[in-house]
């Protein structure tokens, strides 16, 4: 075939995109020889000679190989880092209000999950672009960019990631790792862990989690409270007032079990270099029992109340614990024997109308 003609066959051929290339696919997959319509289709009436089809099938074959060749994508790792400072406004996903907070005491339990592909390389909340590779996580209320130490506690792997998303939004969650997140603290497989997450500082800007200690803090934290939407009822409870207690420990009042004192001490951190990757293996203390927690009260009569509302949907009890020097009644479901049961019995709650009712680890 004249070099001409194949220069002006391959350009044609690629010009004409992906469709072209799938349709001449399937023709050569037919094998050879090739069955020609009959001479009614031919314009000289006689049919074209084998060794003819046989010159123009195979430069064709050769072109469309040419044409479907694509480079390889870039391997030039994300950029770290281009976000803001972000706390954010509360805000409402189906149905459930997050109130984003300040709050350097932050020291919470709960059910980690993991995310990665399908969101790598897009921007996080507060306009950094999320790379499931490194040590990065997604909270509902945290400020972002900050640091939070995460520790399994199924495992004792503990490790120091940047907080720059919102998530996760599935009920019961309380913070969704990155992928290599997830591989070090020993659960991507698994696809969800009991852990703790607590509050270490605020993240460098620049990216990364810098010696692992936070940079200069610029706000006041707010006192820790409740929040709101766990001190609602649903329905009218009576209300008294109530009257001042000692700081000291109080017995729990009759028919109201005491929670066990909090076993989980704080861990800390060591002002060392360390490693992007770095994972500690810390203690674990306790049974790591899983509750729904329906809400937590000051008020006595008002965690009754919500006793009774939950009347039904398993083992319901009133654990009272000291926050701050003050007893706090916490109505929970449980225990539950693992996440799948947990998920569930969260369901069950929200629908007797607690939305704010969470999973918790004790």
């Known amino acids: 075939m004249p070099l001409r003609l194949w220069l002006i066959i391959r350009f044609s051929l690629c010009s004409r995109g992906d469709s072209l290339q799938s349709g001449a696919a399937k023709v050569?997959?037919?094998?050879?020889?090739?069955p020609i319509r009959s001479t009614e289709t031919v314009r000289r009436g006689s049919a074209m000679p084998r060794a003819l089809i046989f010159?123009?099938?195979?430069?064709l074959a050769l072109a469309l190989a040419a044409c479907g060749t694509t480079q390889p994508k870039s391997s030039t790792p994300i950029k770290q880092g281009g976000g803001i400072y972000k706390v954010g406004t509360p805000y409402q996903i189906n149905g459930i209000w997050y109130y984003p907070a300040e709050n350097e005491k932050y020291d919470s339990t709960g059910i980690a999950s993991w995310y990665g592909p399908q969101f790598h390389g897009k921007l996080t909340a507060n306009g950094e672009v999320f790379?499931?590779?490194?040590?990065?996580?997604?909270?509902p209320t945290l400020p972002m960019p900050v640091l939070a130490r995460v520790t399994n506690l199924e495992n004792g792997k503990s490790l120091i990631v940047r907080v720059n998303d919102r998530g996760p939004f599935v009920a019961g969650r309380e913070i969704d790792m990155s992928k290599k997140a997830a591989e070090l603290l020993g659960f991507m497989q698994k696809g969800t862990a009991k852990v703790r997450v607590q509050y270490v500082g605020r993240a460098p800007l620049e990216g990364g989690i810098g010696n692992g200690q936070g940079v200069a803090e610029t706000f006041v934290a707010p006192p820790v409270v409740t929040p709101k939407e766990e001190r609602k009822v649903t329905g009218v409870a009576p209300v008294t007032a109530v009257t001042a207690v000692s700081t000291t420990a109080l017995p729990a009042p009759p028919g109201v079990s005491s929670a066990p004192q909090a076993t989980m001490q704080p861990?800390?951190?060591k002002p060392v270099t360390r490693s992007s990757e770095a994972v500690d293996l810390v203690p674990v203390t306790g049974q790591g029992n899983i509750y729904v927690q329906a809400g937590a009260f000051q008020n006595l009569q008002n965690a009754e109340a919500v006793k009774q509302e939950l009347t039904g949907v398993g083992r319901v009890e009133i654990q009272t614990t000291m926050v701050d020097g003050l007893p706090y009644y916490r109505v929970r479901v449980g225990p539950l024997t693992d996440v799948p049961a947990a998920d569930s019995s969260l369901q069950n709650v929200i629908a007797h109308g607690h939305?704010?009712?969470?999973?918790?680890v004790d």
């Open 267 to 269: 861990i800390p951190d």
């Open 28 to 34: 050569l997959e037919r094998g050879f020889p090739m």
């Open 131 to 139: 790379d499931e590779n490194q040590l990065s996580a997604a909270h």
């Open 55 to 59: 010159a123009i099938l195979i430069p």
């Open 355 to 360: 939305k704010g009712a969470r999973i918790v």
